[in-house]
């Protein structure tokens, strides 16, 4: 396994930018999730996939927020008009099946100027 | 509705010494129990797990935890600190129907002390 990939690992934007991050999970690992994670707190749950379904949504997840994940592969997670609240490190995890270990990226460090 | 509280949002030790990390659990239904760690600007990785069976859990690097059901917790313990062990620990929970997703505590920065 060459483990979960994220791009870009950081990304500074202006407020009111768009910005998309994306995620390249574990080959073959059906359920991908992404968490948002803030200075001194631990991750929240943001969205999560199965396959190319997108299955739950957290009501973190403003409508600025969109994910999507086609063909059951990669998935991107974008943000519209960005605040600066949004400031955060993005995480994405994939697993092959309920039951089996979580792995989590790296991360996609966003900072909202 | 589930939720972790880890108590200590920094933890200092000396080196060799006694690594003890506290977590307590709120869970509806029977919880799955993980230990993650986080090195600076890095992502999570799993120290252990928790799901049935055996209450106490072997993990990576030494570390291990003992699930309490009557105390609802799941503290992380390593005999003998090392300083490659500094770094952020998460403990989280999740239902045992689905890992939907995780419910994380706030995390607990060890610090080792030469």
């Known amino acids: 396994d060459t483990g979960v990939s994220q791009n870009p690992r950081h990304k500074i934007t202006k407020r009111g930018q768009n910005v998309t991050f994306r995620c390249d999970p574990i080959?073959?690992?059906?359920?991908l999730y992404w968490y948002r994670q803030t200075l001194g707190q631990g991750p929240e749950f943001l969205t999560y996939?199965?396959?190319?379904?997108?299955?739950?949504k957290s009501r973190l997840l403003s409508d600025r927020f969109s994910a999507e994940r086609p063909k059951g592969s990669f998935s991107t997670l974008e943000i519209q008009r960005t605040e600066q609240g949004d400031s955060a490190m993005y995480l994405c995890?994939?697993?092959?099946?309920?039951?089996?270990?979580?792995?989590f990226g790296e991360g996609s460090w966003l900072t909202v100027v | 509705a589930q939720s972790v509280t880890q108590l200590g949002s920094h933890v200092s030790v000396s080196e060799g010494a006694l690594v003890l990390l506290r977590c307590n659990y709120s869970?509806?239904?029977?919880?799955?129990l993980f230990w993650y760690v986080q090195y600076p600007n890095q992502g999570l990785q799993l120290l252990l797990k928790?799901?049935?069976?055996?209450?106490l859990v072997k993990g990576i690097n030494g570390f291990e935890a003992e699930f309490k059901k009557s105390e609802t917790s799941f503290h992380l313990t390593k005999p003998s600190a090392h300083m490659s062990d500094a770094a952020e620990y998460f403990c989280?929970?999740?239902?045992?129907?689905?890992?939907?997703?995780?419910?994380f505590g706030s995390g607990t920065k060890l610090n080792v002390k030469p």
């Open positions: 869970s509806s239904v029977p919880p799955y």
């Open positions: 996939f199965q396959n190319e379904a997108q299955l739950e």
């Open positions: 989280a929970v999740s239902n045992g129907n689905n890992f939907n997703k995780f419910y």
């Open positions: 080959s073959e690992h059906n359920r």
């Open positions: 995890a994939s697993t092959r099946d309920v039951g089996n270990t979580i792995y």
């Open positions: 928790y799901t049935t069976g055996a209450t």
